[in-house]
């Protein structure tokens, strides 16, 4: 049987913030976004961010990530 809680921890996202490099803002620092990631797919896209720093995203911080 499952409870409630463990809906609600199945379906719940991880919330990364990220800054891009090629992408500056007024004031030509890179803008930050949002990323949103279903729970079950985080490891994949950590691994995925994590091979990004630099490349693509000059800071990135959620989950088990942050540089």
Sequence with gaps: ???INNYIN???KVEYRVSLID??????LPI???ILVENKDTKN???WLNKQEG???A???G???EY
Aim: glycine share 4%; aromatic share 12%; charged share 35%.
């Design 10 to 12: 199945e379906s719940k």
């Design 1 to 3: 049987m499952k409870y």
């Design 45 to 47: 896209f950590e691994d």
């Design 55 to 57: 490349d693509i995203f």
């Design 23 to 28: 992408v500056l803002d007024e004031e030509d």
């Design 32 to 34: 930050s976004v949002s």
């Design 59 to 61: 800071h990135a911080n």
């Design 63 to 65: 989950g088990n990530v």
